[in-house]
């Protein structure tokens, strides 16, 4: 089952990007985790308690204004309230209520959706509490006071929230296999599923954003049956461009989270932009099978140098996923379709790939007598033994006596030397470090 998504909603200048790099845990806003992917991330994943959720921020909603930004945003706003299960809904405790957050209550009564008011910059209980009374005018339900910046009242409002989420009953059991198509609009996503079904079930256009929803399509290729989940695109304008982009993820984190596989669709007559980066990042970060299409390949020039100076940029610009597999594609002719299935089955079987823990250490041995662990101020790195703990991704455990002398570089020699042994082609490998006290 798929986290639970929330969406920080309200008019602008309530406090919402604070509340929403509070819960992440750190400046989400100005951090990248993720080398090349770009910044300003409006997605992240929360733990509170037992429960797991995405948190989604949107931009401020100013329900009757005519500015085309402002509207753009408020369209962006409503997306991310129909993808949520729960929204938080912010006000200024400060400001006191103003006819826009009567705009915003009316939006999410419409939308029907599980709302809780959440009343911010309340930094002084005492001082605040008697004007929180006043957004019960609203008509949303209990306002919850916090302040953001204080971290005060969090807690109450947490558990508030996680207590509305969806009953994780068991669902049918569905074995299929799960293909999230993802990429900037207008670079063949549906062109690419339909030329798959032979039908137009998804429209097509040369017009960006024709797709509006995620939608799940079945399709049956020799005798196995697959699930492919089309993401949307939205439309492009010049004077909004980077914002779209920046609200472009919204429906791809949703897809990812139910995916098994990601089909990363690439447009050849363009090259490998930044934004395919921040694309693939959410893919990568949640720990999904990862498949590069580049589409339109035949309507590239092409000479005997081609395939691998365009391999090289990408594993250039998507260097944080080496492990990805590449596929040359034209969703016109059909060129290589078939072969994408052939790869979606090696990804889903890494994926779920197990490496005995005698053998995994055998390869570490082996690993360690070529090239010795680091050393610090004469103290050298041992590790004793290294296990598999999990699959989707194939996760590692990995036994030291210091976690702190264990380098990234290290690790990443050891995934090497698993990946000479196993390959685990189109799968990121995850390595949990462990202390522990010498015999």
Known sequence: MSKPIVAIVGRPNVGKSTLFNMLAGERIAIVKDTPGVTRDRIYADVSWLN?????MDTGGIEPKSDDQMLCHMKEQAEMAIEMADVVLFLVDVQQGVVDA??????MLRKAQKKVILVVNKVDHFDKWMPD???????????PYPVSAVGKLGIGEMLDELTALFPENTEEEEDDRPRVAVIGKPNVGKSSIINKLLGENRVIVSDVAGTTRDAIDTAVTWEEKE????????????????????????????????RADVVVLVIDATEGVTEQDAKIAGIAHDR??????????????????????????????????MPYAEILFISARTGQ???????????????????VATGVLNEILAEAVAMQQP?????????IFYMTQVGIKPP???????????????????????????FGFGGTSLRFLVRERKEK
């Open 374 to 382: 680091p050393s610090d101020k004469g103290r050298r790195l041992k």
């Open 101 to 106: 957050d009567y705009g915003v209550a009316d």
């Open 395 to 421: 996760t590692f455990v990995v036994f030291v006596n210091d976690k702190r002398l264990m380098h990234f570089s290290y690790t990443r020699y050891l995934e090497n030397k698993i990946r000479e042994a």
């Open 226 to 257: 697959y699930v492919f989940i089309d993401t949307a695109g939205l439309r492009r304008k010049s004077k909004i461009k980077e914002e779209i982009e920046r609200y472009s993820i919204l429906r791809t984190v949703s897809a990812v989270e």
């Open 336 to 354: 290589r379709l078939p072969k994408l299935f052939e790869l979606l089955d090696v990804v889903i079987q890494n994926q779920q790939l197990r």
């Open 287 to 320: 720990g999904r099978g990862v498949i590069i299409a580049v589409n339109k390949w035949d309507a590239v020039e092409k000479d005997n140098h081609s395939v691998k100076n365009y391999t090289n940029e990408i594993r250039n610009v998507l260097s944080f």
């Open 51 to 55: 429960y797991q959720f995405t948190i």
């Open 132 to 142: 929180v009374y006043e957004f019960y005018n609203l008509g949303i339900g209990e």
